[in-house]
T-cell receptor, first 112, second 111 residues
Framework: DTAVSQTPKYLVTQMGNDKSIKCEQNLGHDTMYWYKQDSKKFLKIMFSYNNKELIINETVPNRFSPKSPDKAHLNLHINSLELGDSAVYFC???????????FGSGTRLTVV | QKEVEQNSGPLSVPEGAIASLNCTYSDRVSQSFFWYRQYSGKSPELIMSIYSNGDKEDGRFTAQLNKASQYVSLLIRDSQPSDSATYLC???????????FGSGTQLTVLP
């Protein structure tokens, strides 16, 4: 029933580990996104993925890699986690055209 | 210069009052404008979208857009304590399909 679902909701891990966050949308939307929200609530685009076209925010370290097996899924893999990666990561999707996003419930990542 | 700017607040209004939230943006070719509401610990929720100059009303919410001044605002009439949240302004610029968000304004409606 959930429109955009993310797993896990919480993720606590040690520095240096590799982890993945999964996202799935059942809205039939064309484009999916990953955003990072820091402790000050600022949402910053990381990636957008539309029909196999990947747009990367150039400020995102290459330790972060999106993987999209199909139009309904966009996963985020993070290598060699650092303390500064701690944040809430939101997946979102949007239909064709300039319409607003639907967000997933977020994944709170804590690196210790 | 930030692409989308909002007063971070916090903004406090009494119950029943009008809350006014403001946002400015730097990219003149911006086409689509959105307001999201985010409760603490929750994900952003789309509450208003506006694409043309002028006002757009939806229930107690009114979005106002002035492209010449690069300004978009959200008015909440008859504010309720349940409106207490962070309000995020978002702008879609040109051919990019990505939304750029402001840092949000925290609104508290006092009973």
């Amino acid at each position: 029933d959930t429109a955009v679902s993310q797993t896990p909701k919480y993720l606590v891990t040690q520095m240096g580990n590799d982890k993945s966050i999964k996202c799935e949308q059942n809205l039939g939307h064309d484009t999916m996104y990953w955003y990072k929200q820091d402790s000050k609530k600022f949402l910053k685009i990381m990636f957008s993925y539309n029909n196999k076209e990947l747009i990367i925010n150039e400020t995102v370290p290459n330790r972060f890699s999106p993987k999209s097996p199909d139009k309904a899924h966009l996963n985020l893999h993070i290598n060699s986690l650092e303390l500064g990666d701690s944040a809430v990561y939101f997946c979102a999707s949007s239909p064709r055209g300039n319409y607003g996003y639907t967000f997933g419930s977020g994944t709170r990542l804590t690196v210790v | 210069q930030k692409e989308v700017e909002q007063n971070s607040g916090p903004l406090s209004v009494p119950e029943g009052a009008i809350a006014s939230l403001n946002c400015t943006y730097s990219d003149r070719v911006s086409q689509s404008f959105f307001w999201y509401r985010q409760y603490s610990g929750k994900s952003p929720e789309l509450i208003m979208s506006i694409y043309s100059n002028g006002d757009k009303e939806d229930g107690r919410f009114t979005a106002q857009l002035n492209k010449a001044s690069q300004y978009v605002s959200l008015l909440i009439r008859d504010s309720q304590p349940s409106d207490s949240a962070t309000y995020l302004c978002a702008v879609n610029s040109g051919s990019a399909r990505q939304l750029t968000f402001g840092s949000g304004t925290q609104l508290t409606v006092l009973p």
